[in-house]
């Protein structure tokens, strides 16, 4: 295949460079102006731009286990349509949970025929992981998963926290086997008393968060990261939504950090005016902090950016109490468009610095930059074109996820994906999905021990 007249965003490059690219079989091949037809497909490109595939770091698929809320085709089609050429999904909200080599197995064979794009799963280690297998467990997965969840806050009965003392224990093992330990970051100390406290006293949003402040992010942060410097272990905060988070992390010699688009997009107000729709967990945050989320995203004190896809059913997001909705958007169809949009072309970030969050930064801290991430000569073809003419306005109910309620409803976003390749087979084109799952392909990181 020859991919013609696109604005490239090449590796290395500050600018996109007009070229055309060879693709053959599963990677690129070649990159030049006017290569030589070799008598198969060609895609003409003109007037579009052509990025490296967004790589979303941090999705729920629930499969096995939940298909009412999501499941590996619906999910993976749904990331395809924005952009999204590989996704690694949480152990913790399918079923079994993947805590164990036997449960990623079970997983693998179940989703791997569903999926459209690749994938990689992230390990576990809940409490119950901790007491029943540990460290044994990490062992064996260490080689098949880039990095392994946790908890400082679960609310989940079947993947439940992890205390300080465990979390040391962890990333003692986590050191050993060069593998993060990615850390949900709210103080248990403060939400668990908290929600005791405010829990049916008032039904609003603004009730809700306060079980979840600034404090409740910043605490967590501040204690994890303390325990892992000490150690010089691997740390990954997920989901940052506050500055002080961010400052943190960016201040620790050993820890990186994630933020998600509804940190950068919303604030607590828009959460009392869009309610459920908005709720997720850690809640978002001041309106102040989204614009220093921003900075923080620009100059590489936080590293890269996750959807937290994780949609709830319409019965669960409307339960009739805010406390009792579900806690989760269904985020993968839109990180790419409006990291675009708000992003690249609003200015806030560089070309170089939007392909660090949207895929080489990821890339690199799961182990995958050896195929994954550049637009080079040896890489996956893995690509996502954007009309930067053309408009997205986000409409739920388009979406192929089977989550359809999102609080970006109705956005009006700078650019539309048009086509996405994975591995070079067209996967998603202007509006459909030309895969019925079996194109996406296990993961497993390069750096294996
Ligand atoms: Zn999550």
């Known amino acids: 295949m020859i991919i013609r007249n696109g604005a490239v965003a090449i590796s290395g490059a500050p600018r996109l460079i007009r070229t055309d690219i060879q693709v053959k079989g599963e990677k690129i091949t070649a990159l030049g102006r006017d290569l030589p ?106 080689p098949l998963v880039p990095a392994f969840k946790t908890y400082a806050t679960s609310g989940s009965t079947a993947f439940e926290r992890l205390n300080h003392y465990q979390y040391s224990r962890v990333l003692e093992v986590a050191r050993e086997l060069h593998r993060p330990i990615l850390v949900h970051a709210e103080d ?47 740390l990954h905060i997920v989901h940052i939504g506050t500055a002080r988070a961010a400052e943190i992390v960016a201040g620790r010699t050993t820890t990186t950090g994630e933020t998600c688009p509804q940190y950068l997009a919303f604030d607590i107000d828009d959460f009392e005016r869009i309610g459920s729709p908005l709720k997720i967990t850690p809640p978002v945050k001041g309106p102040e902090e989204k614009h220093l989320l921003w900075n ?20 669960e997001k409307n339960t009739g109490s805010i406390w009792t909705d579900y806690a989760g958007i269904p985020g993968g169809p839109t990180i790419y468009p409006y990291l675009y949009s708000a992003g690249l072309r609003s200015g806030r970030l560089t070309l170089a610095r939007f392909l660090e969050v949207t895929s080489a930064a990821a890339a690199r801290r799961y182990g995958l930059d050896d195929r994954k991430g550049r637009i080079e000569v ?32 109705g956005m009006r976003l700078h650019g539309r994906v048009q086509i996405t390749i994975v591995r070079g087979s067209v ?21 294996g021990e």
């Open 188 to 234: 248990a100390d403060f939400v668990l008393p908290a929600t005791e406290d405010l829990r049916e006293k008032e039904n609003t949003p603004a009730a809700f968060a306060a079980t979840r402040p600034e404090l409740a992010e910043t605490l967590a942060v501040f204690a994890v990261s303390e325990i892992a410097e000490t150690l010089q272990a691997p």
């Open 37 to 142: 037809s070799d008598g198969e497909r060609e895609i003409d490109a003109s007037g579009l731009e052509i990025f490296p595939g967004g790589i979303d770091p941090h999705v729920h698929f629930f499969d096995p286990g939940f298909p009412d809320k999501e499941d590996f085709f619906h999910g993976t089609a749904a990331a395809a349509s924005g952009g999204i050429t590989t996704v690694i999904d949480m152990p913790g909200t399918s079923d079994p949970p993947v805590i164990n080599k036997r449960n990623l197995e079970h997983k693998r064979s179940i989703v791997e025929p569903k999926a459209v794009v690749d994938f990689a799963f992230f390990g576990g280690v809940s409490a119950q992981a901790y007491r029943e297998g540990f460290p044994h467990w990490m062992r064996e997965l260490a």
């Open 378 to 409: 040896g890489m996956d073809a893995d690509l996502t074109f954007v009309d930067p003419t053309a408009a997205t306005v986000v409409h739920g109910a388009d979406s192929p996820s089977k989550g359809k309620i999102t609080p970006f409803e």
């Open 427 to 447: 996967v998603y084109r202007e509006g459909k999905v030309l895969s019925a799952g079996g194109t996406g392909r296990f993961l497993a990181p390069r750096n």
């Open 296 to 315: 923080y995203l620009a100059d590489g004190g936080i590293d890269f950016v996750a959807s937290d896809h994780a949609p709830g059913t319409r019965a």
